[in-house]
């Protein structure tokens, strides 16, 4: 069978490029290294942006299976500040939740699926799997972080950062509906609810050998509260890094969520830019070729990537992040605002209006 689309990568991003594909009325197929459903080490909160992607592509999300968060608090020592998103809420869910619930309707639009199956080369007509060829007008690489695609075709940008986050599960009934990310000193931990009975924590680190309980018990009010809390998942770990490609289109070939730019995970948006960028991508080959697409991936990364190298550098300057926290705390309106433009809700001409009438505010109230 010879597809319009190969897709090589069946994580979130490649299978929602498939239904998005095929929504444009072309043919996809779909391979992928492993075997369904594909687990991956994630935070696996989704942004309210993603979300709306999802149901725009028909995917059911699962209600008994997620959780629906409505913003972010941040803490450190004893500050604390929580932004709520402007709109719809974000949604946390297991990994492999969301990977059953694209994988379903994908089939529904019929992608076809090359699972257990690895892309070995690249041909200018399609691609040599490890069993057989694949003929396809256009090839998309979906291959996550490590992109072998990206490698081959000369389009591998500098590494800006490099961590790691090692992520566990426990049975508990989230306490809160925001996801919680704390600070301390060259380490943060994040919880996201993903499910009624169910959270997600991630640590996020330069020096992961000190192991997830020593990193945990840094944090000690998340430490103490889940303390006897069983856990239901294997501690699984994975590389956070922030990263950029040469170029995200080469000649048939497109680059798409990781394989093109990967974002600190402490931003929380990997899954949600890919997602924008999956439909952009399937927009731009619905009418007949690449070059859309890489006019349209610029925008959709911009305001993360300042994100990113915000809050990296909030990472190792201890001081500047207490300030920028207590500043937060002691302007919440601010927070929500910032959120808003991380989370594509607002534009910067409407954040810019919004401040003005925020310092007003605090003007009449002083
Ligand atoms: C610790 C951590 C926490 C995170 N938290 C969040 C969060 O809370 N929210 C969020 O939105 N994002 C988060 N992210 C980022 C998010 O996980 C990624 O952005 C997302 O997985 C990217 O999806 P993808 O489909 O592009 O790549 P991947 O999910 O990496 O999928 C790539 C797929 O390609 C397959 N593949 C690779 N090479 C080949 C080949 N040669 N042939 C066939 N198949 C191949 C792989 O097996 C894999 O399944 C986090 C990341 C980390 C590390």
Same mark, same amino acid.
């Given at each position: 069978?010879?597809?319009?689309?190969?897709?090589?990568?069946?994580?979130?991003?490649?299978?929602?490029?498939?239904?998005?594909?095929?929504?444009?009325?072309?043919?996809?197929?779909?391979?992928?290294?492993?075997?369904?459903?594909?687990?991956?080490?994630?935070?696996?909160?989704?942004?309210?942006?993603?979300?709306?992607?999802?149901?725009?592509?028909?995917?059911?999300?699962?209600?008994? %299976?997620?959780? +629906?968060? /409505?913003?972010?608090?941040?803490q450190? &020592?004893?500050? *604390?500040?929580?932004?709520?998103?402007? $709109? =719809?809420?974000?949604?946390?869910?297991?990994?492999?939740?969301?990977?059953?619930?694209?994988?379903?309707?994908?089939?529904?639009?019929?992608?076809?699926?090359?699972?257990?199956?690895?892309?070995?080369?690249?041909?200018?007509?399609?691609?040599?799997?490890?069993? %057989?060829?694949? +003929?396809? /007008?256009?090839?998309?690489?979906?291959? &996550?972080?490590? *992109?072998?695609?990206?490698?081959?075709? $000369? =389009?591998?940008?500098?590494?800006?950062?490099?961590?790691?986050?090692?992520?566990?599960?426990?049975?508990?009934?989230?306490?809160?509906?925001?996801?919680e990310?704390s600070?301390?000193?060259?380490?943060?931990a994040y919880v996201?609810?993903?499910?009624?009975?169910?959270?997600?924590v991630?640590?996020?680190?330069?020096?992961?050998?000190? &192991?997830?309980?020593?990193?945990l018990?840094r944090f000690p009010l998340l430490a103490h509260r889940l303390?006897?809390?069983?856990?239901?998942?294997?501690?699984?770990?994975?590389?956070?890094?922030?990263?950029?490609?040469?170029?995200?289109?080469?000649?048939?070939?497109?680059?798409?969520?990781?394989?093109?730019?990967?974002?600190?995970?402490?931003?929380?948006?990997?899954?949600?830019?890919?997602?924008?960028?999956?439909?952009?991508?399937?927009?731009?080959?619905?009418?007949?070729?690449?070059?859309?697409?890489?006019?349209?991936?610029?925008?959709?990364?911009?305001?993360?990537?300042?994100?990113?190298?915000?809050?990296?550098?909030?990472?190792?300057?201890?001081?500047?992040?207490?300030?920028?926290?207590?500043?937060?705390?002691?302007?919440?309106?601010?927070?929500?605002?910032?959120?808003?433009?991380?989370?594509?809700?607002?534009?910067?001409?409407?954040?810019?209006?919004?401040?003005?009438?925020?310092?007003?505010?605090?003007?009449?109230?002083?």
């Amino acid at each position: 069978m010879n597809p319009d689309v190969l897709v090589v990568g069946g994580g979130p991003v490649g299978l929602a490029t498939a239904i998005a594909v095929r929504l444009e009325g072309l043919s996809a197929t779909v391979v992928e290294r492993r075997l369904p459903p594909v687990e991956k080490a994630c935070g696996e909160g989704i942004m309210p942006g993603g979300v709306t992607l999802l149901k725009k592509l028909g995917v059911n999300l699962p209600a008994g %299976g997620s959780f +629906r968060f /409505r913003g972010i608090l941040y803490q450190e &020592g004893h500050i *604390s500040t929580r932004a709520h998103f402007q $709109g =719809l809420p974000g949604m946390g869910m297991r990994r492999t939740t969301l990977h059953n619930a694209l994988v379903q309707r994908a089939k529904e639009l019929g992608v076809h699926f090359l699972w257990g199956r690895q892309l070995r080369e690249l041909l200018p007509t399609g691609a040599r799997l490890s069993d %057989g060829m694949v +003929r396809s /007008r256009w090839t998309v690489a979906a291959d &996550g972080l490590n *992109s072998g695609i990206r490698r081959t075709l $000369g =389009l591998d940008g500098p590494i800006r950062r490099q961590r790691v986050g090692l992520r566990r599960h426990y049975r508990i009934a989230p306490w809160s509906d925001l996801v919680e990310v704390s600070f301390t000193d060259g380490c943060q931990a994040y919880v996201t609810p993903v499910a009624p009975d169910q959270i997600c924590v991630v640590v996020l680190t330069d020096n992961p050998r000190q &192991g997830f309980d020593r990193l945990l018990s840094r944090f000690p009010l998340l430490a103490h509260r889940l303390q006897g809390i069983r856990q239901v998942s294997e501690e699984q770990g994975g590389a956070s890094v922030f990263r950029g490609a040469r170029g995200v289109v080469r000649g048939r070939v497109a680059l798409v969520g990781d394989a093109a730019v990967s974002v600190d995970a402490i931003t929380g948006e990997g899954v949600s830019l890919g997602l924008h960028q999956a439909v952009a991508l399937a927009r731009s080959l619905g009418r007949g070729g690449l070059d859309e697409y890489a006019r349209a991936h610029a925008g959709i990364m911009g305001a993360t990537i300042r994100m990113t190298r915000l809050m990296l550098a909030l990472d190792r300057r201890p001081r500047l992040r207490r300030l920028a926290l207590g500043t937060l705390q002691r302007w919440p309106g601010l927070f929500s605002n910032l959120l808003g433009i991380h989370t594509r809700e607002l534009s910067l001409a409407q954040f810019c209006a919004r401040l003005i009438r925020l310092d007003r505010l605090g003007r009449t109230h002083t």
